[in-house]
């Protein structure tokens, strides 16, 4: 896949920065609160970039918010005046799990602020394809792909392009039930065609989300953390007694209700810490710089302990949020309560003082 890169003069952008005067800028929504406080610990200004209909709930933390930027829509944030308006604070952008979403590949792409991150993964993440490519490139095990006209008879999980915390996913076991399933959302108007379709195997096992922060100060990745998410229904059908749950007939969701924290065997650490250094290396050779701060590889773990990843995110996850004073993980590599929130912050400051802001930025 021919990656487009984005045009964004990051030496321009920073000629006019006070670096002694940053300040931490996101989206109020997803890990903002996190991100906030966090960069309160290390001693920045924060830019809470808002809707209308949200402010008064960011108002509640006043104490941890310098500035609002207000908007009508989340896609104004590319206008020039809005840009500009965070330029004029120093404002670094940290993008959450959010950001693509709510602005959009072209706008998150080309936001003419100075992003903590890495801009080109953006693309990658935005194509399912692209995103698992990308994975079995690094020699991180992934499900297997199926194409549409190939013999199924195992439990698949059928995915939509662009379907949100999974939403839409529909756990099917042949090929004719796929076929009906898609003509159905195609003829529903919820996808276009079957180049929307991936299907991959269904993962029998626990799901497990990592949480890594890399950082190019140190060279190194620190794992900060691990979550499952709690989805509705696929977990609520086990409090379901299996006789009704069979007359129910019911088709499981996996819409994204919150986060449990989870601790992991030790056991597995160095494979998923081999995982994650994979992911760095890769993002260094395909995508230079590489990856800059946190990203999250999302598996499932099966009775064997094997660790197979169907999906990963190249920001802040929503899981980290269950972290805010620290995980049992952090506590390894920081004497002190280190979210990824704040890790992020630490990180900004730690490439300042080193005269290395260009190595955190894109
Ligand atoms: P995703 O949108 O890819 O993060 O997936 C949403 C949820 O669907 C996950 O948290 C899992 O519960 C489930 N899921 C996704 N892919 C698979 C898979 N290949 N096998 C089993 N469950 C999956």
């Not at 529909?170 to 039930?177: G, M, Y």
Request: charged share 25%.
């Amino acid at each position: 896949m021919n990656i487009k890169k984005p045009q964004i003069d990051i030496e321009t952008l920073l000629r006019t920065y006070d670096l002694d005067k940053v300040s931490i800028a996101t989206l109020a929504s997803h890990s903002s609160l996190q991100i906030f406080h966090g960069a309160k610990l290390e001693g920045f200004k924060t830019i809470a970039i808002v809707t209308e209909d949200r402010i008064w709930f960011y108002r509640q933390f006043n104490h941890l918010i310098d500035r609002f930027i207000v908007v009508n829509n989340w896609r104004d944030i590319c206008k020039s005046s809005i840009a500009q308006e965070v330029r004029v604070l120093n404002g670094i952008m940290v993008p959450h799990g959010s950001y693509v979403e709510y602005l959009g590949i072209e706008c998150a792409e080309a936001l003419q602020v100075p992003i903590f991150g890495l801009r080109n993964l953006f693309r990658i993440e935005y194509n399912q394809w692209a995103k698992m490519e990308f994975l079995e490139r690094a020699g991180i095990p992934i499900p297997r792909i199926y194409k549409m006209d190939e013999d199924i008879n195992v439990p698949v999980i059928v995915k939509f392009h662009g379907a949100k915390g999974g939403r839409g996913y529909h756990v099917a076991k042949s090929r004719d039930e796929i076929a009906g399933y898609v003509r159905h959302m195609i003829e529903r108007g919820v996808i276009r065609g079957i180049d929307e379709v991936m299907i991959q195997e269904y993962l029998v096992g626990v799901t497990a989300y990592y949480h890594y922060f890399y950082s190019p100060i140190f060279n190194r990745v620190e794992i900060l953390g691990a979550d499952i998410r709690y989805e509705s229904d696929i977990d609520g059908i086990k409090r379901i007694p299996h006789r009704i749950l069979i007359e129910m007939d019911m088709e499981p969701t996996f819409t994204v209700i919150g986060n449990i924290p989870l601790v992991l065997r030790e056991s597995l650490l160095p494979k998923i810490l081999e995982y994650g250094i994979k992911f760095v290396e890769e993002s260094v050779r395909t995508l230079p710089p590489g990856i800059i701060g946190p990203f999250c590889l999302e598996s499932v773990v099966d009775k064997d302990m094997n660790i197979r990843v169907f999906e990963f995110s190249g920001r802040i996850v929503a899981g980290t949020n269950a972290y805010i004073w620290g995980s049992p993980y952090s506590y390894l590599y920081w004497p002190e309560p280190m979210s990824m929130g704040r890790r992020i912050a630490r990180e900004v400051k730690l490439a300042i003082s080193a005269s290395s802001i260009r190595k955190i930025l894109t």
